[in-house]
């Protein structure tokens, strides 16, 4: 099999390189030239592809960013483990506030909104949380705790008011803010 | 005094009227060119107005499409009063999801927050909403309803939830949703 079919018969491995090649050369430029300077051609040059690549695969500059902002707000670890899950979730609203409430994750917030025509990119952002937020629940129900709350619950009662008040209403965000959410949540009302 | 001296005596008379005459040529361009046609020049020039007055005022297009999108999402009247506070708050809320998951709330909702580097625009449309609340709470009040929640309760209890599943998770959201975070949140715990 020659070299190109081999490549082309694995377009998930091409695919990854580029998505990374690209990126990085987003992160890159960001740092040298600033935001307001990238291209798509400048990106594309720095990554070693064609800036056609770039618009087949993103469409075009603020699709491009909003998908690096998404990569960016991609949690790295599970959340950590305090052994209840009171603790767990107020650990982890505090720490996803502090998140998205810096300047880099209302940037990327925005940046994950504005280029996002069809919802895709934001929902990927609310998927991370809803992730986060089972591994929280199955760690507590594997505790034998009982009464939770199921996910979509601890995204409406917890990450919801932190959301809305980052982006419409900010001031009031403390780490005291977080934690009292979290505790109404575990504490709530449930048959 | 000298007309002009009139004129220049009372700017926010003009001012005014310089910002109706260009939020008027928004929606008349935005009907007969679309949205991706508009130009600051083309929206002046409709609006009889300098391209330097649009800019010195709004900055740039998307500052200025965020100042228009946030007018439409200005309540034009007080919340209905059906006769105690559940309902009033049900009926509210099922409303405001209704407005802002339609195809142009979603726009405006975008529209305000991408124009708005400084997030006032957002907070605008953040105090709509919460003097509505407050209409909704204070005649509650006024009936003598005991246990009643704070505005920003139903901001984070009912609003929150709503704009988070606009904005971040689509699917869902239906006028039984509305009504069950409003229920939640007249029933909830309070000392």
New interface residues.
């Given amino acids: 099999m020659a070299p190109m079919a081999r490549a082309m018969a694995r377009p998930g491995g091409r695919s990854a390189r580029v998505q990374q090649a690209v990126h990085d050369a987003v992160h890159a430029l960001e740092a040298e030239v600033g935001r307001g300077a990238l291209t798509v051609p400048l990106i594309a040059a720095r990554a070693g592809v064609t800036p056609s690549t770039v618009y087949r695969r993103w469409g075009d500059l603020r699709e491009l960013l909003s998908d690096v902002a998404v990569e960016h707000l991609r949690p790295e670890t599970d959340p950590a483990d305090h052994g209840e899950l009171a603790a767990d979730l107020a650990a982890w609203a505090e720490q996803f506030l502090d998140e998205m409430d810096s300047p880099p994750g209302r940037s990327y917030l925005?940046d994950a909104?504005?280029g996002d025509p069809d919802?895709d990119n934001?929902?990927r952002?609310?998927a991370y949380a809803a992730e986060q937020i089972d591994v929280v629940l199955r760690r507590a129900d594997a505790r034998g705790e009982r009464r939770l709350p199921d996910v979509e619950t601890v995204?409406?009662?917890v990450?919801?008011?932190m959301?809305?008040?980052i982006?419409?209403?900010?001031g009031g965000l403390d780490p005291a803010y977080a934690r009292r959410?979290a505790a109404a949540c575990v504490a709530g009302?449930r048959q």
Same sequence: chains 1, 2.
């Fill in positions: 925005r909104l504005l919802g934001a929902g952002c609310s995204l409406d009662q990450v919801a008011p959301m809305y008040r982006l419409f209403r900010p959410l009302d």
